[in-house]
């Protein structure tokens, strides 16, 4: 089972920047496919940014490509969230996820089976 812990978030105004970090424990890592979700108070979960075990393939969910990029460094056991051009309504807790990679990436939560605590983002505009 793959542990994950969250940091990087915080408090920033509208057009700033936050990059998010997601350690995760070494065993099978780097055969998951990792993605990063968002849930704001009252609303449903969403899929903000998946990438596959080898790094190579990306996808962002409309409201964030051009102003988000994931990453992953498989020898560090670490996957990254750099956020630039930040609205008021990317305010929400943001969690990172792992899923084997047989299932596929996507930005579905039902395919994920490891997720972190999560980190709080909030924009002020």
């Known amino acids: 089972q793959v542990q994950l812990v969250e940091s990087g978030g915080g408090s920033v105004q509208a057009g700033g920047s936050l990059r998010l970090s997601c350690a995760g424990s070494?065993?099978?890592?780097?055969?998951?496919?990792m993605a990063w979700f968002r849930q704001a108070p009252g609303k449903e979960r969403e899929g903000v940014a998946v990438?596959?075990?080898?790094?190579?393939?990306?996808d962002y969910a409309d409201a964030v490509k051009g102003r988000f990029t994931i990453s992953r460094d498989n020898d560090k056991n670490t996957l990254l969230l750099q956020m630039n051009s930040l609205k008021s309504e990317d305010t929400a807790m943001y969690y990172c996820?792992?899923?084997?990679?047989?299932?596929?990436?996507?930005?579905?939560?039902?395919?994920?089976?490891?997720w972190g605590q999560g980190t709080q983002v909030a924009v002020s505009s």
């Open positions: 070494k065993y099978t890592y780097s055969s998951h496919c």
């Open positions: 996820a792992a899923a084997p990679g047989w299932v596929g990436c996507s930005l579905l939560p039902s395919r994920y089976n490891a």
């Open positions: 990438i596959s075990p080898g790094g190579l393939t990306t």
